[in-house]
């Protein structure tokens, strides 16, 4: 049960964010629109309220680094700075990879 909740939890936050950066790839010079404004904003409230209880599951290195990123992409977004936003957008996606890969039960791990 706990892990399908930080399983279901990472997930959401990973799909979150690529739709933000699908978003932003259509339009690299005008990231700062409404749209991506309130899925950041919606992703970051969202985030917000998920690592309370991920404290208890997850190192804190990686909740914070996390945090960081997501707070990062905000910004950007908000400053309509596509290269950075670009940056923390990966760098978000690659940490719920990594956590995913981590917690997700491997074949090899089975046989």
Same mark, same amino acid.
């Given at each position: 049960?706990? =892990?399908?909740?930080?399983?279901?939890?990472?997930?959401?936050?990973?799909?979150?964010?690529?739709?933000?950066?699908?978003?932003?790839?259509?339009?690299?010079? +005008?990231?700062?629109?409404? @749209?991506?404004?309130?899925?950041?904003?919606?992703?970051?409230?969202?985030?917000?309220?998920?690592? &309370?209880? &991920?404290?208890? =599951?997850?190192?804190?290195?990686?909740? +914070?680094?996390?945090?960081?990123?997501?707070?990062? =992409?905000?910004?950007?977004?908000?400053? +309509?700075?596509?290269?950075?936003?670009?940056?923390?957008?990966?760098?978000?996606?690659?940490?719920?990879?990594?956590? &995913?890969?981590?917690? =997700?039960?491997? &074949?090899?791990?089975? @046989?």
């Amino acid at each position: 049960m706990i =892990l399908m909740y930080l399983i279901d939890t990472i997930e959401t936050l990973d799909g979150s964010v690529k739709e933000i950066y699908e978003y932003m790839e259509k339009d690299k010079e +005008n990231i700062d629109t409404e @749209l991506n404004i309130k899925m950041i904003e919606q992703a970051q409230k969202q985030w917000d309220k998920d690592k &309370l209880v &991920l404290h208890i =599951l997850l190192p804190h290195n990686q909740l +914070n680094e996390l945090d960081y990123k997501i707070t990062s =992409l905000n910004r950007h977004i908000h400053q +309509n700075d596509y290269n950075m936003a670009n940056t923390a957008a990966a760098a978000v996606i690659k940490n719920c990879e990594m956590i &995913l890969n981590n917690f =997700l039960p491997a &074949l090899e791990n089975i @046989l």
